[in-house]
């Protein structure tokens, strides 16, 4: 069965550094997966998302992610963190069939001034 | 905004009780789904269509089910409400022009007493 890990529950990062989240799943064939986020209180966002071809995809809020097959690994990262990017973050493969998600445990992300 | 709402968007029930949420779309799509969202589990499926009177079970159907008279409505039961079906309840549909894109309603946030 397929799985979505997120080894990190949370992350403290200080504004205007790096940030990089990591996701690792288990999947048998090429996946199709996602980075979504969660502000307090709100819905999930779709940030990016891959399916095939270039490796790094560009998403928006200036959120990359570089999916890395022989790792099992679509970390997503940021140069450089604003408070605002203070919210929860969830890594989800898609499945075959009806097209469902399975999710990652989610990381939240905590921003220091 | 994908054109998703969800209805009601907050509900405290007591133990035993029906309840039944909403999902609404306008965006005309074939897939929806709903998941709940529960700290420390990320988001977990309870179940999911594919078309008007067509759905099945996910992860999580136990104590829930669902029903689709109509494209654009997907309404999910809980048929004798209990106190571990507190949670946050997300609608998601998928379809047109993104066909493996999940897009998330507001969340309903359900309280069982």
């Known amino acids: 069965a397929q799985s979505v890990t997120q080894p990190d529950i949370h992350i403290t990062v200080s504004e205007g550094a790096s940030l990089e989240l990591r996701c690792n799943y288990s999947y048998g064939a090429t996946p199709y997966l996602f980075w979504y986020v969660q502000s307090p209180g709100q819905g999930l966002q779709l940030l990016l998302k891959?399916?095939?071809?270039?490796?790094l995809v560009q998403g928006i809020k200036g959120f990359e992610a570089e999916f890395k097959r022989s790792q099992s690994s679509f970390n997503l990262r940021k140069p450089s963190v604003h408070w605002s990017d203070a919210a929860e973050y969830f890594c989800?493969?898609?499945?075959?069939?009806?097209?469902?998600?399975?999710f990652g445990k989610g990381t939240m992300l905590l921003v220091s001034p | 905004d994908a054109g998703i709402t969800q209805s009601p968007r907050h509900k405290v029930t007591e133990t035993g009780t029906p309840v039944t949420l909403r999902c609404h779309q306008t965006e005309n799509h074939r897939y929806m789904y709903w998941y709940r969202q529960d700290p420390g589990h990320g988001l977990r499926l309870i179940h999911y269509s594919y078309g008007v009177k067509d759905t099945d079970k996910g992860e999580v159907s136990d104590g829930y089910s669902v029903s689709r008279s109509k494209t654009e409505d997907f309404l999910l039961t809980l048929e004798s409400a209990t106190s571990s079906q507190t949670s946050v309840y997300f609608c998601?549909?998928?379809?047109?022009?993104?066909?493996?894109?999940?897009?998330f309603g507001p969340g309903t946030r359900l309280t069982v007493l």
């Open positions: 998601a549909i998928m379809g047109g022009q993104s066909t493996d894109t999940q897009y």
């Open positions: 891959y399916f095939s071809g270039d490796t």
């Open positions: 989800a493969v898609l499945n075959s069939g009806y097209s469902t998600l399975t």
